[in-house]
């Protein structure tokens, strides 16, 4: 093969590689086990289906940003969900609630 054909080719497998990568590692996916044909269905499914939430949250917020990845996408929507956890517990010490009542809620131990 020459040169250019070979790049052409490493650029697609990048893709796919990174693409991997942020199930593996971001998403958790590396965890599942695959142990059945319909395991091995869940699993497709469920990659799937967040590979396209990702992209649609992706594609929303680069209307108002400039380009981002899909593992800038999970850090976000993590950011903001942690965010939400704290406001919440705020919420709940204001509104005198007991810590332990709080992690209980949050099913969360000390």
């Known amino acids: 093969m020459d040169l250019v054909t070979i790049q052409r080719y490493y650029a697609v497998r990048w893709i796919i590689e990174t693409g991997y990568r942020y199930f593996k590692e971001l998403l958790g996916f590396d965890q599942y086990q695959l142990l059945s044909f319909t395991g091995i269905q869940r699993f497709w499914a469920i990659q799937f289906l967040t590979q396209n939430v990702l992209e649609s949250q992706r594609q929303e ?3 108002k940003q400039a380009d981002s990845t ?10 903001e969900h942690f965010g939400q956890i704290i406001v919440y517990v705020y919420q709940q010490a204001l509104e005198k609630k ?5 992690l209980k809620q949050l099913k969360l131990s000390a």
């Open 98 to 102: 007991t810590l332990f009542d709080i």
């Open 61 to 63: 917020w680069m209307k």
């Open 70 to 79: 899909l593992g800038d996408v999970v850090r976000r929507i993590r950011e």
